[in-house]
């Protein structure tokens, strides 16, 4: 490849914060957020114009339950709760109990505000549109970070970094082990759509399973719901762009263009073989939704094993009950797991129910995961939180989801305070006051 030079030069460093957290989704927030509130002086970078990330960059309006899997025990507090409230005030979340694959359908344009209040009122310093480029280090620290704007290229000094990118672009930059699972789950454009009462009875799985060659939509599996407070206003979750590296500028670029055609494609195939009714394009994402990237290794993978056994450990910082829930890649179809032992598989229309492993007098009914999934084993003051999490394809399935990760920005945002507040590297600090101030803070953590 043919290279250009790129001369050295001063760069102004326009903030010098205690925590800087990179990438503004609801993990990012999150920890911004929690450590903000324990008295740290943070900066939060977002290269979008809003926060909230997947949910409302993406349009994805789901959270999952907060309850274990049989809706008996809390499990999940903290901001997700908060949040949850403060949406419900507005009329922009419904509930939906007892439900494994939705709890929470959310006005998530209503989320975007919430989302700046809440930054607001913890005096957490906003960049929107700017874009996270580089870091700067010295020895075993990172020092700053540069970013790209409106206003040129501008430092961030700060005392710990959190990287909530989704790809994990700070550790890549800092040179971090990382890795990709054998087939990545496909990233989607969603859609959000209005109809009339005749098309809300369309198969839109089967007339795609039937049509969709037609189209250019392959055989596949999505979803659809509703928007809070938006009558006839759907959100479709339909499409898939198979076999592309969203980390990579040129295969983003692709799906993005890629997912859009596949939603008009959608659009017309509903036309010519749906009935007759009114149909328009209400929205479509600022951002194509990436499910997943490249993993950062770190201190301790999380196993699929370790996931739907609920294997207890010393250091959890989050709890989930969300299923294993993998889109694959090469089957063109998707497969849940549950912490029940069962499990199901929906290929080419058709649901097969089965068990993963045998029957036993006693299930799980909820998993931890470790903080130690979001220390890399290299640089004192980086912790990652997000989708880049280090974990096998099972059990990242399960974490992916938003009510997890969000719990893993809070522990993130917690950890950054109490590695300054010790002067510790972030490896070293007691994972047991780790706990007891995520507690203190609204978090459920169990003994
Ligand atoms: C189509 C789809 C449907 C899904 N359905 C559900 C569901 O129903 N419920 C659920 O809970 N989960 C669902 N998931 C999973 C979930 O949404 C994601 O796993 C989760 O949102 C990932 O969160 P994250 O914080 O790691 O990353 P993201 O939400 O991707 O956030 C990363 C943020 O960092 C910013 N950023 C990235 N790079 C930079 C940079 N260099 N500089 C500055 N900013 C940067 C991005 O703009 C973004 O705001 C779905 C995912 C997809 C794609």
């Given at each position: 490849m043919k290279t250009i030079y790129e001369p050295?030069?001063?760069?102004?460093?326009?903030?010098?914060?205690?925590?800087?957290?990179?990438?503004?989704?609801?993990?990012?927030?999150?920890?911004?957020?929690?450590?903000?509130?324990?008295?740290?002086?943070?900066?939060?970078?977002?290269?979008?114009?809003?926060?909230?990330?997947?949910?409302?960059?993406?349009?994805?309006?789901?959270w999952h339950s907060l309850y274990d899997a049989e809706f008996k025990k809390q499990i999940i507090s903290g901001l997700t709760e908060e949040v949850v409230e403060r949406l419900e005030k507005r009329s922009a979340v419904r509930k939906n109990s007892n439900s494994p694959s939705s709890a929470f359908n959310l006005n998530t344009e209503e989320l975007k505000i919430e989302l700046d209040q809440l930054i607001t009122e913890s005096k957490v310093k906003p960049y929107l549109h700017s874009f996270y480029a580089a870091p700067v280090v010295e020895g075993d620290r990172v020092k700053a970070v540069i970013i790209e704007n409106k206003s040129g290229r501008q430092a961030i000094a700060a005392k710990v970094f959190i990287d909530a990118t989704g790809d994990g672009d700070l550790c890549y930059h800092l040179g971090l082990e990382h890795f990709y699972a054998e087939a990545i789950q496909p990233p989607t454009s969603c859609a959000k759509l209005y109809y009339g009462e005749k098309l809300h009875g369309f198969g839109w799985q089967k007339a795609i399973a039937e049509k969709g060659e037609e189209f250019g939509l392959a055989e596949d599996w999505g979803w659809r719901t509703f928007v809070p407070g938006m009558p006839n206003t759907f959100m479709h979750a339909e499409t898939h762009v198979f076999n592309v590296d969203c980390a990579d500028a040129a295969q983003l670029t692709y799906s993005e263009i890629e997912g859009r055609r596949q939603v008009r494609a959608l659009m017309d195939l509903a036309r010519k073989y749906g009935p007759e009714d009114v149909l328009a394009l209400v929205s479509l994402p600022a951002a194509i939704g990436i499910r997943e990237t490249?993993?950062?290794?770190?201190?301790?993978?999380?196993?699929?094993?370790?996931?739907?056994?609920?294997?207890?450990?010393?250091?959890?910082?989050?709890?989930?009950?969300?299923?294993?829930?993998?889109?694959?890649?090469?089957?063109?179809?998707?497969?849940?797991k549950y912490l029940d032992g069962t499990q199901e598989v929906i290929r080419h229309g058709k649901k097969a129910v089965s068990r993963w492993r045998e029957e036993t007098a006693d299930s799980p009914t909820y998993y931890q995961i470790p903080y130690r999934c979001l220390v890399p084993p290299k640089f004192e003051n980086v912790l990652f939180c997000g989708r880049m999490i280090d974990a096998d394809p099972g059990a990242f399935g399960a974490v992916r989801v938003m009510v997890n990760l969000n719990q893993l920005g809070e522990a993130a945002g917690v950890a950054a305070f109490l590695a300054l507040d010790s002067a510790l590297p972030v490896a070293e600090i007691s994972t047991q006051k780790l706990r007891e101030v995520m507690?203190?803070?609204?978090?459920?953590?169990f003994d």
């Open positions: 050295g030069k001063h760069i102004p460093i326009v903030d010098e914060a205690d925590v800087c957290v990179l990438g503004g989704s609801c993990t990012g927030v999150f920890a911004a957020v929690r450590a903000a509130r324990l008295g740290a002086k943070v900066v939060i970078i977002e290269k979008q114009n809003c926060f909230g990330g997947v949910a409302t960059l993406g349009l994805v309006n789901i490249r993993h950062i290794k770190a201190e301790y993978q999380l196993t699929e094993r370790d996931l739907l056994s609920g294997t207890k450990f010393h250091d959890a910082v989050a709890y989930g009950s969300y299923r294993v829930d993998i889109h694959h890649a090469d089957c063109k179809g998707i497969t849940f507690a203190k803070g609204g978090s459920i953590i």
